[in-house]
T-cell receptor
């Protein structure tokens, strides 16, 4: 079992809708959680990070963390075609310095 | 420099050939990470440097992979006797602090194709 699990998608939503991306992780001691966006052929770009249970909002993006369920999600409001990309969930496991990534979820926003 | 710079951007190697991939981190960044990203997958950790010290190399897939950062700045990832399964994008990230989270910046990667 991978340490960070994501549905590969594609997740297809119409323009203006809310896109919901989900991620589960196996290390109960993980403290830091990240969402990266990766356009095809480009490097990952950090868009959100969250450390505490609950919600964290930044513009159209909301990250949600539930440590008891080992679950982290990303909501994108008012989705735009330019949001079409692969979204990577990443955690820093206990005692490590590097990020552990999921396989990513491909999001398609239909105009 | 303004960002993390990797070279070459693309590399085609014949099976059995040795390759060297270069990463030039952001000036002053203490931490440097190498990741391998296969097609359709997320990046997989290879190795981590804090300044010139290689503190974690647990992700290197075999002894054909070797990384160095002799002066605590530029790093080189070397792959000996390349095999087809080494084909991937190799990403380098650097960070000002000793953790690869919010402060980590990725380079554009080197796409290695082994034929």
């Amino acid at each position: 079992q991978k340490e960070v699990e994501q549905n590969s998608g594609p997740l297809s939503v119409p323009e203006g809708a809310i896109a919901s991306l989900n991620c589960t992780y196996s290390d109960r001691g993980s403290q830091s959680f990240f969402w990266y966006r990766q356009y095809s052929g480009k490097s990952p770009e950090l868009i959100m990070f969250i450390y505490s249970n609950g919600d964290k909002e930044d513009g159209r993006f909301t990250a949600q963390l539930n440590k008891a369920s080992q679950y982290v999600s990303l909501l994108i409001r008012d989705s735009q075609p330019s949001d079409s990309a692969t979204y990577l969930c990443a955690v820093i496991d206990t005692g490590r310095r590097a990020l552990t990534f999921g396989s990513g979820t491909r999001l398609q926003v239909q105009p | 420099g303004a960002g993390v710079s990797q070279s070459p951007r693309y590399k085609v190697a014949k099976r059995g050939q040795d390759v060297a991939l270069r990463c030039d981190p952001i000036s002053g960044h203490v931490s440097l990470f190498w990741y391998q990203q296969a097609l359709g997958q997320g990046p997989e950790f290879l190795t981590y440097f804090q300044n010139e010290a290689q503190l974690d190399k647990s992700g290197l897939p075999s002894d054909r992979f070797f990384a160095e950062r002799p002066e605590g700045s530029v790093s080189t990832l070397k792959i000996q006797r390349t095999q087809q399964e080494d084909s991937a994008v190799y990403l380098c990230a650097s960070s000002l602090v000793t953790r690869g989270g919010t402060e980590a910046f990725f380079g554009q990667g080197t796409r290695l194709t082994v034929v």
